[in-house]
Structure formats: C-alpha cells, structure tokens
DNA sequence: AGCCGTACGTGAACCGGTAAAGTGCCGATT
DNA sequence: AATCGGCACTTTACCGGTTCACGTACGGCT
C-alpha cells in the first residue's frame, strides 16, 4: 500500500510553534518538562495544521504498540452465529477505545493457525499483547505462546490456560444452578447439548453437570456433544426428544443450538415448555424473539469483554499475573422453563 | 504497552550472513540486487534466528500500511446478531491475509463518532485505508472522507457512496424478483418489514418493492422500516398480522427479523406457511434452524467480502476506480413461503 | 590493453517519532 | 560570591527497517 499524501511531521509543528520536536513530544505525551503556556502552543498549532503523531513512528521509537490480537479459531459460518463473540469484541474495544489503542481480528481455521498467527503478529510486533479464547483440555497452544513470551490474557479457568493470566467465569456453578432450578422444577430426566467435547469450558459444564445430577440422585440424564452449530444442536435434540425414556428439560451450551432446540420441539408437536423444558447459555436477543422466549443462564458479556481487556493492560503494565474471576451467570427465566407436564415428584 | 524482549534485527541477520542489511532488505522484499545463493544464505540465517522483519519499522520506512479498517456503527447488542457482518469480514480477512494484512474493526455509535474514528486513523497512519458500509441517503460522511484523502471503497449502490469507489449487490433487482415470486405463488398482499428508512440500501429495496407490486397491479402492500432488531420485527410482524386485512406474506429485511417473525406467527397460533408466507434475506444457518425453515434471498456473503478487499486494494494501487457488482441475491426456497391458503386467484 | 555494461552489494540518508543527556537561566542556599 | 537544584527546553542518539546513489569486480568487445 503505498501512501502518496505529503504529510505534516512533528518537526513542522514544532517549526511552527518555535519549539524544538522534543517539546512536542513532551507535551503530546503531557510529560513535564513544557510550560503550560508553551503546551497550549504547541496544541493550538498542531490543531491547526491537523496533525496528529504517526503512530507508526511513535511504536517504533516508543517501543509501545497500540494494537491487540484476537484470533478466534472457529469456521466463520458458525461464528457468524455466535453474538457472544460481537458483544464480547465491543467489550473489549470499548477499554481499548479508552487508551487509543486497537484490536486486530483475525479467523483462523485450526489451533496451527493459530499458533503461527500468533507468532508472526508477534515477531512482526504487529500486536503488543493478544487476547487467548477457547481453551481445549490440554491446550497446544499454550507451550508454543508461552515461548514466545507474547504479553496474553487467557480466558477461560485457571485449570486450563496452563499459566497464562487469566479471566473465567465459574462454568461449573452455573451449570450446577441450571440442573438445580430444573430439578426445582420437578424435572427428573435432563438433558444437556454441550459444545466440543474437547473444548474447556464445556468440559467443566459436563462434569458439573454430571455432578449435580448425581448429588441431586437424577439418574435421567444425557449428554451429546457437538460442534455449537444450530444444525447439529437441532439434531441433538432430535434424538434426545426420540429416546424411549425423553428428557423433560434440555440445557443448552449456546444459545443458537437452543433456538435450533426450540424449533424441533415444534417440529415434533412437543409444547414448550409444558413437555419439554429449554434452557439457553449465553443469554441474546435471539432468546428473546422465539416463542416462546427462551430462559437462558445469562451474563453480562460485554463487562467480560471488558475485564478482558483491562487485564491485558495489567499483563502489559507487569500488574496482573493471576486470575480474575467476573460474575457467574445467572438464570434469567423466560418462558421456555416450567414444571413438566405430569410431574410424578414422588417418583425415584 | 511497554515490550521488554531484546530482538533480534535485521543487523543481526545481515552480520551473520555477511551482507550488509541493505542486502538483506533485498532478499526480503524480494527486488534484484541479490543473487539466488546469497539470497538462499540471508533467508537461511533468518530462519534460525527467527527473523521475521518489523512490521511497524518497515512501515515506517517504506510508507505502507498492511493495516486496513473498519468502523461498524449499530449498537453491539444489534451487531452481535447479524451474522452478516461476521461472514463480511471472513470474507475480507480471506484476501487481507493473502497479503499479510490484517483488519482492524471497531464499533462505533454514530456516524460523526466514526467520521473522528477513520480521521484518528488516518492521520495518524494507523490504517492504509478503509471500508465503508451501511450508506445513508445523502451520507453525512461522505464530505468529511472525501476531504481526508483516505483511500477506500464504499459497500454500497454508487448512487449512494457519493463518488467512492464501491462494490455492491443489485439490491432492487432482488427485492422486485422476491415480491415476483410470492406474487406467482398467489400471494396478493405482500408486506415488508424493512431497515431503517435512512439506510441506503433498505430505500433501494422498498422503492422496487413499491414498484414491482405496483407494476404487477398488486395494491394490498404495507412496508414498515424497522432498526433491524429482532425485537421491532416481532413488533412490526404483529401489527402487520393484526391488521384487519392482513399480508398472506411478508418479506424481511435481514434473517434475524425473520426468525423473530415466524416465532410472533407461532404465538398468534398461524400456520407458515399455509397462513402467512415468510421471506428473509441475507439468508444465514439461522434460516435453516427453524421449523419450518426460512426461504431467503441468499447471496455468498464471503465472497463480497472478499470482492471489497480486493477493490480496496486495487484503490489504494490507484487501479479500480469504478463499481463492481457482485451477483444479486437469489431465492433460496425453504418450507416458509408456500401458496396461500384459500388463493382466490380470481378477485382483484 | 582499454573501455563499457551489468550484476551484486555497500553505506548513508531517511521515515517520524521517543528518550535521555545536555544547556542556560533563575532563585534559593551556604 | 559561589554553589546548587530545578525548570524549560534543546540536542542527539536511537528504533528497525527501506531506498538509492555509488562502488567493485567480472566478462565481453574492439
């Protein structure tokens, strides 16, 4: 790409204002080191002849990149369909916003991709810091990172992100809260359509889950995994919903799979939620404009997004190295929960 | 963001392999002046020295910005359900990754928030140029833009991208062949649930939704424009269905209103399609997700994407100048659209 | 042998800032 | 009166590349 445009440096500025270009510096930079009088010089010219630091330069002799990564590792089809990565990106742009700085996207096929993604951003100083999501059992990425010593914030639980400072929220609790509140309900035979098995977080969902169910003496209870895609949520449900002994209540991992739920419970005539209970995650408008509107274990994803950022700064700044924990969701109830229709509550 | 690591330069390359890093610049942009052996020789060195050149230093130097932007201006709850945008920039990433570029993307809350964006952006060579989307009638942005130089390409009809060279879709060639189509059906009263009047392309297609009803001589036609939330479609799909002689189909502006459409449909206890036909557009998984599942008017999103990150490219090369069409929205027919129910195609 | 053209490289001057050391001036301290 | 600390700047050395004018050596031609 190559700019023609004449542009106006720092030293036309400080020509202009009378002052040499280190003033400039101090003062765009509010160092001391300038009167105030002079500051407002130099201000009131750079105002007028439009200029702004490059901000190439300013990295280069700075050592200061105002750019954050994010690769998200998913077939954009389906990522498409994920509003919790948009609102957790306007999170996380809006404390970027707040210190001039960036964030650069990138969707990448596999974890390799990644991985060299990652590397050359880095090597390149494309990127000062990256954001790391969707950390797997065992996360290969996390050796290969480690080694390049790229500034990252982890988010996902501790357990996972092999030393990476990070962000989580308590996937276990929550889960635990939704078989409870369906339990509550009178359900005895639940279900839950979980994403990759292989993917951490839905790992902790699963065991929790299980757990619960356990502890609460439900043995009904059934677990698929899939790829988070509408079409293979839809499917899950299918079979759920076509076993002899059906579930009354279905968690789902996402909220898209759970609108995919939602219309195979109309496809095979069940009510919802009066023979079959849903249950979303990730709470988005999209629980909202089914009928009916579907319950969800909601969160505040653009704080999340947020508190990411800002602990990106910490590792950055050399603040920050442990974990920081932000809400757990929390059940927002809608219409798509209830008792089942027969609830039989003295049966085993 | 303050970066510790020491690094390894292209001095340190040039040493070792015994040129001068003038040579190794050469090699590296891969321009005469080396010959193949010791080109052979600095890429070698390079490789077991993990040299990878300085993005932000060869920007500097050499005047080229591998760093394209993209300001997107809705609220994030609304952004986070288009799946549009996600494929959009899938497709773009494709191309800019091809050449080692990579998309910046920020959302902004209105237009002057992202007029001071591209100009932050620009002047301060963050960016080597920019996308446009989302044109207005008589877009405020245009002016402002034009005057900054920035070179980009505008995502749009060019009646409306105000002299920016632009890429975009056939808009009322698409609407008219959607309200054609319901029309052959049977369907005599067609509605439309469309964006916000202002929006450039919504207008493009409710004046051919205009004329094409009128044109086939159909006068039971009411548009309503929306802020493309799931939620106003619901509202908008509800007024429209209780109104005494009510749409036997109803065309969406966007897939999301469509889905939170047929979910009011299945509240009011209507049959689609027997009892309302439903069309949504930019046709998404999330048409295939309901029951039935949505028809749509389906393009390859991607590849736009795609389109306009080459256009970008051939602007900033100071080739491409013009518009470029990428193919028209076709019918992609799924359960929602049928034939009315009592289809008295005698009466007027 | 003398001259030229070419291919291969070198070296220094940038690119537009930042940062740290240096300079001049002034009031306060000893 | 001489010393000193501080402030307000200026100077200068980078940051890590790119670019281009300028060697240098070698082969071919006359």
Redesign the interface.
């Known amino acids: ?3 023609p ?1 004449p ?1 106006v440096t720092i030293n036309d500025v400080a020509a202009r204002a009378g002052v040499s270009k280190g003033a400039v510096s101090m003062a765009f930079n509010n160092r001391p080191g300038v009167s105030a009088a002079t500051r407002e010089r130099i201000f009131e010219v750079a105002r007028q002849l ?8 300013r ?2 002799a700075g ?5 954050v990564g994010l690769a998200i590792c998913r077939p ?6 994920e ?5 957790f ?3 996380i ?1 809006d404390v970027l ?1 707040g210190r001039s ?7 990448v096929r596999d974890l390799d991709e990644e991985v060299a993604l990652y590397e ?1 951003w880095w ?4 990127i ?2 990256a954001i790391l999501v969707d950390f797997h059992r065992e996360d290969p990425r996390i050796a290969p990172l480690r080694a390049l ?1 790229l ?1 990252a914030v982890a988010v996902g639980h501790p357990s996972l992100t092999g030393g990476f400072p990070s962000v989580w929220t308590d996937d276990a609790t929550a889960a635990s809260d939704a078989v409870r509140y369906l339990a509550a309900l009178g359900h005895r035979r639940i279900a839950r359509v979980g994403g990759p098995s292989g993917l951490g977080h839905s790992g902790i969902r699963a065991a929790a889950f299980e757990a619960t169910m356990t502890e609460l003496g439900l043995d009904g209870r059934r677990q698929v995994s899939t790829g988070f ?3 293979e ?2 499917r899950a449900t299918r079979s759920l919903l076509l076993a002899p002994e059906r579930p009354t209540a279905i968690v789902y991992d996402n909220d ?1 799979m759970a ?2 739920g939602a ?2 419970a ?2 095979m005539g069940l009510a919802v939620p009066d023979d079959v209970s849903l249950l979303a995650w990730d709470d ?3 629980c ?5 509107p579907l319950s969800a274990m909601s969160h505040d994803v ?1 704080h999340f997004g947020e508190e990411v950022a800002r602990a990106l ?1 910490g590792v ?2 050399g603040t920050h190295k442990g974990a920081l924990q932000v809400p757990t969701p929390a059940l927002t109830p809608r219409g798509s929960t209830g008792p089942p229709r027969r609830a039989r509550p003295g049966r085993a």
Do not use: D, K
């Open positions: 790409m190559n700019v445009a542009r439009g200029w702004t630091p490059h901000q190439t330069a990295s280069l050592r200061r990149v105002g750019i954009a089809r389906l990522l498409g369909l509003p919790f990565y948009m609102e990106i306007s999170g742009e916003a700085c960036s964030l650069l996207l990138r969707l050359e090597r390149s100083r494309t000062g810091g010593g500034p895609v509408g079409e949520g839809a898209i609108v995919a219309a195979v109309a496809e988005s408008q999209l909202r404009i089914t009928h009916p653009h700064f950055i700044a």
